[in-house]
């Protein structure tokens, strides 16, 4: 038989047979699926399965809730990803030369990151609550008098909220990646204590930078990507309100699909997302240098 | 400052840099510090004004609570997804990297379509899955949980294992080879063995990915699996008397991941600093 005279040709198939058809079945498959139905007008009272045409897609291009929460999700990524970049490597900075303890303070903060994200939504929503929170009162303390700010409310505060829990949570991910991409480059060349500011700045844009970018690439695609996706702190913190202030394109897909139950046109949104996405994350990765 | 001698200057600059480490630490544990004693705090100690700082005394009532409502088992729900899903992605991961890594299987490509599906977002995906686990008689089961958490860790695992597997020498392998070893014994007692550090800190990540989900968790469940980040979000709402619940349920299902990152912690600086490079 073939197998036992190529062994190693069945072989490697065998080995990345169960994988692939996970993939299939749980990614392709399902797509696909959608796909077909997104075609069609299925709502959870209408199982109507004829098809439909483009009506569910040209829709997508009239809804301007999806465009907000495109542009919602834009402005959360645009705000908290530069923070937890910057703030990150700051704090890689901070601890790449040895100091006594560093172990313990590195340790203690990559805590925020471990926690799960509806959990550290549902601490913030603890910390902003407007009376029996802590960060009202620490405000007080410096205002002088005390502040009702109604954090998960207040429109002019909900973003606020939202970033400073995202950052909170993710920017001790950027430290420590960063840190351990420091930790590679000569030490001579990081060395930002014996030499001037100017010096500084010059050995860190032609010679630091160049050393960490692939790594500070991938964990800038990375946290991208999952902040597109963000979900389950806004839900814990303002369930995508006051109205549809703060709503997502991860949360108003969920809210299409299992609050308003239209199936047909959640499909779609799915789709779209999953072409939008692929288009952005090939597009980074050729302009970050990422492909070989 | 330039005036003062090199030693003088190198002590200010440590304790500066003291200072603002502990000032962040302050700033980035607070939060955990707050949700943990909240835990502990009696109702009218979380409902004062202003708030209090820390509780007068460790009570266990908000957590026994939990466990006489039942709603602690969430837990174990979680435990069960997370552990099954992270045993078998790491088995098929593992094979398959090692297919990939040793024997090009597929070429580039099948390597690049396997990561792209890393950067599906989950709504996008839950949502066609959901149809077809109503279909299939799957929704709120174990199976159809553990089944879509492995195939979503995959694509991580299969990445991080290649990269991995590559770095081991392939002459131990071949040596291994011509001692008459057959093929699934050099993975069992060659590769894995060498890939160890790799595959704990695989499995760790893999792990919390699963135990952290909430969003796959919230459709697909409803009352019989229900995990735990899904049990927390049951006590939101008009209410604010539930504060007690989201606190000690959120310490109960920290603690395990705490504990989990705290035991692998010296393979994981080294998981995550390799993997970055590696890509």
Redesign the interface.
Known sequence: MTATAH??RN???W??S???F??L???L???A??LV?SFMRITMLETDTSFAGLVNFTQLFKDSRLWGSLFHTALIIAIALPVELVLGLA?AY??L?K?PGRQL?V???V??T???????G??????F?N????IN?ILGWFAGHPVPALWTVNPNLVYPAIVFCEI?QW??FMF??LL??L??VDRSLTEA?EIDGARFWRSFRFIVLPAIW??MA??ILIRG?DL??I??II??LTEGGPGTMTET??IY??VQ??RQFE?SY??AI??L??VL??VI?TWAIRRMG?A? | MSGLPFHRR?DV??AL??V??VA??L??????Y??FT?SFKTPDE??????V?YPRAIQFNNYRVLFKDGDAATVGNSLILATVSTFFAMI??T??A???A??K??G?N?AVW?I??R???????V??????YVWLGWVDTYVGLI??Y???S??YV?WMMRGYIEDIPLELEESALVDGCT?WAVLWKVVLPMARSGLFATAVFTF?FA??D??FAL?LTRTEVTTY?VQ??HY?GGQ?NF?AK??AM?VL??IP??VA?ATM?RYL?RG??MG??K?
């Open positions: 062994p190693d072989f490697k198939y080995l990345v169960p994988a692939i996970l993939l079945l749980i990614g498959f399902p797509l699926f959608s139905v704090m901070l601890f030369d100091m303070f340790s203690l903060l805590l925020p471990i926690i799960s994200p509806i959990v550290a549902a601490t913030w929503r603890l910390l609550d009376r029996y929170g802590p009162q909170w920017t001790p420590l990646i351990a991409a930790s590679n204590a692939p790594v991938i964990a990507l597109f996706r979900f389950d839900w814990a394109i991860s897909t969920f699909g299992f199936t959640t499909a799915a789709f997302v999953i996405l692929t994350v990422l070989k | 190198h600059r440590l840099r003291y603002v480490a962040l630490v700033v980035f544990v607070f939060p955990i707050w949700l909240m979380i409902f004062a004004f202003p708030p700082w098929f991961g094979v398959a090692y297919s990939l040793r024997f299987t597929g580039e099948l396997i792209s599906q950067m599906m977002p989950p709504v996008a995906i949502f066609p899955v959901f149809l077809f089944i879509l492995t195939a979503f995959l694509p299969i093929r919390v135990w952290n909430f969003l459709v980040t927390v979000t939101f604010s504060w989201i606190a959120s299902g920290t991941v705490f990152v912690q600086v995550i600093s970055a490079v890509g």
